[in-house]
């Protein structure tokens, strides 16, 4: 019973030692061995290896051999001009010197990536302050993250770390700079736009000028065409009156007073009260009444009484005949008494022979208008 329990012992103890004297490095890690705290090795190839058994004396401490990333986050860094960028950016780093990383940073990321971060986030600041506004969101982008790295590399070099890249994420505005560049923009395109419409109201003013000038020039010489055809017509049409006046002179003057009488006697219903011996009524007056052209003969005073109702039928003065044209109904009278009896202006027009003189006959007066 002793012996199987020593025996056990033995097989354990002589597990651990075995177990506890070799260690595995894979091909994503390298390994620093560590005798009372002081490196002895390092493996940087993957395999197997012994050292002295349990950790009492020798340690093993892995490190990462694959390539690591640092990311940051909603820095605020300022350009030049005194306006302010939010910017996301990481860099991926490696450790190249597992034996300085261990003697710097005790072998432990937490350590490294604090130092990283502050380097990284001076770097950034120093590549964005060294540049105006618009810059930092040019094609200089790429000059940018390059320089970040440069600036980064020989600080976190001594601890055995390589900055292998650096890339900036996001570049934005914060609010306050956003509003106010935001008010900046719309200014500039404001201005833009009121010149882009000066300039158009310019050309439209020219081309509205030039198609004025074009249309008053236009007008002008029709007015002109116009004037000179006209001119020609006339000179046309009074040339054809003069022959035709010199052809047949009473055929004209008869032709020119139907004229006359179309367009005075129109439809507008207006009365017209003339002396029988008017030029105007000469072609309504009979043969016997005299010549057209000629004045008519005056007629002798009758010898009756002064009163219209004592005048014999036979001696009445002859009345012109009713002439109305559309409405219109000139009356005159052959009355040369001294006091016409005056002629109403109404539909039908009456006329009233007044008494004659007592001897001496007066001259032919106008009706007077006579009261309804």
Do not use: H
């Amino acid at each position: 019973m002793n012996r199987l329990i020593i025996a056990g012992v033995v097989l354990v103890a002589a597990l651990y030692v075995f177990f506890s004297s070799i260690y595995v490095v894979n091909e994503r890690e390298q390994a620093i061995v560590l005798r009372f705290g002081s490196i002895q090795d390092v493996r940087t190839e993957p395999g197997l290896y012994f050292k002295v058994p349990t950790d009492i004396v020798d340690t093993v401490q892995i490190t990462e051999k694959r390539l690591l990333r640092y990311d940051l986050s909603n820095m605020t860094v300022q350009v030049q001009g005194g306006a302010f960028y939010e910017v996301d950016a990481f860099l991926t780093y490696r450790i190249v010197n597992p034996r300085l990383f261990r003697e710097r940073a005790q072998g432990e990321l937490r350590l490294a990536e604090d130092r990283i971060g502050t380097r990284f986030t001076a770097a950034l600041r120093d590549v964005y302050g060294r540049r105006n506004f618009n810059a930092a969101l040019s094609e200089q982008r790429n000059q940018m993250m390059v320089e970040a790295r440069d600036l980064i590399r020989p600080d976190v070099a001594e601890l055995g770390i390589d900055i292998v890249d650096v890339r900036i994420l996001r570049t934005d505005l914060s609010s306050q700079v956003s509003e106010r560049t935001y008010d900046r923009m719309k200014a500039e395109r404001l201005a833009e736009a009121a010149f882009l419409r000066a300039r158009g109201g310019e050309a439209a003013a020219t081309i509205r000028a030039v198609a004025d000038r074009q249309a008053v020039e236009i007008r002008a010489q029709a007015q002109r065409d116009a004037d000179i055809l006209r001119g020609q017509g006339d000179a046309e049409r009074n040339s054809t009156f003069a022959a035709a006046y010199n052809a047949d002179p009473e055929f004209f003057q008869f032709y020119r007073s139907m004229e006359s009488y179309r367009t005075a006697l129109g439809n507008d219903g207006t009365t017209m009260v003339l002396a029988p011996d008017s030029e105007f009524f000469k072609y309504f007056r009979d043969e016997g009444q005299g010549t057209p052209g000629q004045p008519l003969p005056e007629p002798a005073t009758p010898s009756v009484p002064a009163t219209p109702s004592d005048i014999p039928a036979n001696q009445l003065p002859d009345l012109v005949p009713d002439t109305t044209t559309e409405g219109l109904a000139p009356l005159v009278t052959d009355t040369p008494a001294a006091t016409e009896a005056p002629v109403a202006p109404a539909t039908e027009t009456q006329v009233t022979p007044a008494a004659p003189a007592a001897e001496t006959p007066a001259p032919a007066t106008e009706p007077q208008p006579a009261t309804p």
